[in-house]
C-alpha cells in the first residue's frame, strides 16, 4: 500500500523490467505504421512514407527482427521504403516537365 510521497509505481528498470517496446505500445506503432504507408501510397507518399518506416522500425524494437516481430511492422517498413521510392521518381519526373506549349 502506497502512502504520502512512496508511490506504488517505480522506474521500469528498478524492477529489472526491461524498458525496450513490447506489447500494446509496439502493436500501436506497427499498425499506425500500416496506415500511414497504404495511405501514402495514394495521397501524399513523400511524408508518410518515411512516418511508416520510422513507425515499423520502432516497433521491431530498432532492430532487424524480419518475421518474428509481428507482420505489421515488417508491413509498415516494407511499403513505406516503397512509397518514399515512389514519391522520390514522382518528383524527379515532375522537375523534367517539357515546358509550356
Do not use: E, Y
Amino acid at each position: 500500500m502506497a502512502g504520502f510521497g512512496q508511490g506504488a509505481r517505480r522506474h521500469p528498470r528498478s524492477r529489472g523490467v526491461n524498458p525496450s517496446r513490447t506489447g500494446p505500445d509496439s502493436a500501436t506503432l506497427a499498425i499506425i505504421g500500416v496506415v500511414c504507408a497504404v495511405a501514402g501510397l495514394f495521397v501524399a507518399g513523400i511524408i508518410l512514407g518515411p512516418a511508416a518506416v520510422v513507425c515499423g522500425w520502432l516497433a521491431m524494437g530498432r532492430t532487424w527482427k524480419g518475421a518474428s516481430a509481428g507482420w505489421p511492422a515488417l508491413v509498415a517498413v516494407v511499403l513505406g521504403a516503397i512509397d518514399t521510392v515512389l514519391a522520390l521518381i514522382a518528383l524527379a519526373g515532375a522537375g523534367t516537365g517539357a515546358g509550356i506549349l
